[in-house]
T-cell receptor
Framework: SQTIHQWPATLVQPVGSPLSLECTVEGTSNPNLYWYRQAAGRGLQLLFYSVGIGQISSEVPQNLSASRPQDRQFILSSKKLLLSDSGFYLC???????????FGQGTRLTVV | DAKTTQPTSMDCAEGRAANLPCNHSTISGNEYVYWYRQIHSQGPQYIIHGLKNNETNEMASLIITEDRKSSTLILPHATLRDTAVYYCIVRVGTGANNLFFGTGTRLTVIP
């Protein structure tokens, strides 16, 4: 069966520090991968998605970047965090368009 | 942005059916309607999806109007554990791969 792992679960980082959040998927190959952010009390904002190794589409210009060094690995990064980067970050995958997406448990990032 | 409109919040009595509406008037012929829910501080959970026929699974039923411009998610016997934000989404844009969520409906099941 397929599983998605996302870590860490919580993270507190100072302003200006770097960020690296990792997401891995098991039990499937060539998934579509997604990074979302959810600010407190708000909906899910799609940040990046990837249809293959090295292929990244950015939906919102921002202080963040994403990379996909391996088929089932998706990384969200920042060189210098801002206070506005605080939020709940979710990774998701799905096998093909028009199939359901499966989400990780999320990382709650607080930038102080 | 997602091409769906949902009420911001709804209440439902425990044990009663919860009917969550969604408008998607600009849906195109090959776009599916998906429903997810998000319980506080967790990742969203897939519920059901459909194209034009009504669908039912162990969690819910999905009723799609004949013109496909709206749909309703039905939780037949709501429990307290069904309290969550419910998202109705459709595939958006020319790309087949992006997946946008709106702000959803916050359903509160009342004892």
């Amino acid at each position: 069966s397929q599983t998605i792992h996302q870590w860490p679960a919580t993270l507190v980082q100072p302003v200006g520090s770097p960020l690296s959040l990792e997401c891995t998927v098991e039990g499937t190959s060539n998934p579509n991968l997604y990074w979302y952010r959810q600010a407190a009390g708000r909906g899910l904002q799609l940040l990046f998605y990837s249809v293959g190794i090295g292929q990244i589409s950015s939906e919102v210009p921002q202080n963040l970047s994403a990379s996909r060094p391996q088929d089932r690995q998706f990384i969200l990064s920042s060189k210098k965090l801002l206070l506005s980067d605080s939020g709940f970050y979710l990774c998701a995958w799905r096998g093909r368009p028009n199939t359901e997406a499966f989400f990780g448990q999320g990382t709650r990032l607080t930038v102080v | 942005d997602a091409k769906t409109t949902q009420p911001t919040s709804m209440d439902c009595a425990e044990g009663r059916a919860a009917n969550l509406p969604c408008n998607h008037s600009t849906i195109s012929g090959n776009e599916y309607v998906y429903w997810y829910r998000q319980i506080h501080s967790q990742g969203p959970q897939y519920i059901i999806h459909g194209l034009k026929n009504n669908e039912t699974n162990e969690m819910a039923s999905l009723i799609i109007t004949e013109d496909r411009k709206s749909s309703t998610l039905i939780l037949p016997h709501a429990t307290l554990r069904d309290t969550a934000v419910y998202y109705c989404i459709v595939r958006v844009g020319t790309g087949a791969n992006n997946l946008f969520f709106g702000t959803g409906t916050r359903l509160t099941v009342i004892p």
